[in-house]
């Protein structure tokens, strides 16, 4: 019904990975000149001999507080890999196991309502049916005009013209909107009133950099501007917050940094530079999701078997290159994720 007005092109799933240009020829010839996919009927991606079943007993404690602690856990990884859904799953688990819990997203469609079915407002708000659960959208488009328009206005009290143009043109590279969502995730942490705090998308490296300047990112656009600026009162409390949280992030005791990824080849990568460009500031990937993998008992058919066979060997190359973080397996199922119930079940399953 949503796109009614327009032609609907279909491409079946293929029993292995689109990679390569005779894979693509192939898809091509599908999709472009309505040619059938061939039927498998032999397995040829071979099964990987004795691979290592992980149980998730180490995780639980990765998503959970310790000592009277908070406990923030972050999900990155490229788009449809299922961070929200972990995020989500995340969150319900904590809450039921008694923790006073936040739910963040910075996905302005606010995709964490869908999953867990119940409406998210802008302010953390409880969500119905789940005690100890509560939840909040971050638009990434709104913080940046607040941010932009709280620094311009102070800016303006204090300066002329051209560096006013100078410190807007700055304002509005990309790394800005970012860092300015995540100023929000700053205000919620600082305030300690959560014992969990779940955010759907972590901030890069690149932000984490910025955020630890020696002074407020207001200050350093001055200074760029060619003006020297003395650090108000206020902006030293606020430069002192934001030092505590990034501390925070960086104590493993308190922060879990994970990357969601499904067993193909461009989500691993994707997870592993971003990883490292985490670890340049000093923060080191503690969990990994390999998400949407095929039950064993389902790989029944050539078919299955081969996404199966070929998922495996991309679960050996995950726990190579994150050898020093808990994988945790999360299989597919067979029905969309959705509503509290169904989030429990899974929660409870994999952690």
Not at 69 to 85: A, C
Not at 141 to 147: C, D, L
Not at 282 to 298: D, R, S, W
Request: some cysteine; charged content about 30%; glycine content about 4%.
């Amino acid at each position: 019904n949503i796109f009614k007005k327009l032609p609907i092109d279909t491409m079946e799933l293929f029993d292995s990975e689109l990679k390569g240009v005779d894979r693509f020829r192939i898809s091509a010839s599908i999709l472009f000149e309505g040619k059938k996919a061939q039927k498998t009927s032999k397995v040829e991606y071979k099964n990987i001999d004795e691979i290592s079943i992980q149980k998730n007993e180490d995780a639980k404690e990765l998503i959970l507080p310790r000592k009277n602690s908070i406990r923030n856990v972050f999900f990155s990884g490229k788009g449809g890999v299922g961070k929200t859904v972990m995020a989500c799953i995340t969150a319900v688990k904590s809450a039921n196991e008694g923790f006073k819990t936040l739910l963040l997203t910075t996905d302005p469609a606010a995709h964490i309502g869908k999953v867990l079915d119940k409406p998210i407002e802008d302010n953390p708000a409880p969500i119905d049916g789940c005690p100890n659960l509560y939840a909040a959208k971050i638009d990434p488009k709104v913080a940046f005009e607040e941010y932009k328009e709280m620094v311009l206005k102070d800016a303006k009290s204090k300066f002329s013209g051209p560096t006013i143009a100078t410190m807007e043109e700055e304002l509005n590279s990309p790394c800005t909107e970012e860092m300015a969502a995540f100023q929000k995730f700053i205000s919620y942490a600082s305030e300690e009133e959560y014992d969990v705090i779940v955010f759907d998308t972590a901030p890069t490296g690149h932000t984490l950099r910025l955020l630890e300047l020696p002074m407020d990112w207001s200050k350093q656009i001055q200074m760029k501007a060619g003006v020297t600026a003395q650090i108000s009162e206020e902006d030293k409390k606020q430069k002192e917050k934001f030092d505590r949280v990034i501390a925070t992030m960086k104590d493993k005791e308190k922060t879990t940094f994970s990357f969601v990824m499904y067993p193909e080849k461009t989500p691993i990568i994707e997870a592993y530079r971003a990883s490292e460009e985490l670890r340049t500031v000093g923060i080191e990937t503690q969990m990994v999701i390999a998400n949407l993998i095929i039950p064993e008992e389902q790989a029944t058919t050539p078919f299955f078997r081969n996404r199966r066979n070929m998922q495996e060997k991309y679960l050996e190359e995950i726990k190579s290159d994150f050898e020093s973080s808990e994988v945790v397996r999360v299989p597919m199922y067979d029905k969309e994720i959705k509503g509290i119930d169904m989030l429990t079940k899974i929660g409870n399953s994999i952690f």
